[in-house]
């Protein structure tokens, strides 16, 4: 790899920061680590795309898929009397904004639909709930981490 332009870079070490956070997730839930270590198969596959684009960008600067890392940590509780933790991490890249927002319609919708299956369930114990989804219009993956009453963190 000759050179690299600081945005390629950026985009690498942020990789590199949620591959340590995935491995980490992974070392404090064994039960997790096969849903665990096929998101590390789709990151280096991420990994791939983005060392071709750092070779590409000069040429096809307008082709560039616009990538969004969106990562929220929110303090939430299913019921007044509980104090749960969720943190939700989100990827999402897209060819274009129009597909950008129509995955992130996708990635809520699943979102929503984890949380309303799990009820109750969810916020007992500590727990990761992985979603994702890749075709035509590009890709989301989340990571919804939740510290429930039962967890010492």
């Known amino acids: 790899m000759d050179e690299i332009d600081s945005l390629t870079r950026d985009k690498i070490r942020e990789w590199q920061i949620r591959r340590l956070d995935i491995k980490e997730q992974m070392h404090l839930n064994p039960s997790k680590t096969l849903e665990l270590s096929r998101v590390l198969d789709l990151m280096d596959e991420e990994h791939a795309e983005l060392l071709s684009g750092s070779k590409n960008s000069q040429v096809e600067g307008a082709n560039q898929r616009e990538e969004i890392y969106f990562r929220a940590a929110a303090a939430a509780s299913l019921s007044p009397s509980t104090s ?29 639909y984890c949380i309303e299956m799990k009820g109750t369930e969810l916020a007992s114990e500590h727990n990761n709930y992985l979603g994702g989804m890749s075709g035509t219009l590009g890709s989301y993956e989340f990571v919804l981490d939740v510290k429930g009453k039962g967890s010492n963190e």
């Open 84 to 112: 749960e933790k969720f943190d939700l991490q989100l990827h999402l890249a897209a060819k274009s904004a129009a597909d950008l927002g129509r995955l992130l319609e996708m990635a809520v919708c699943e979102l929503q």
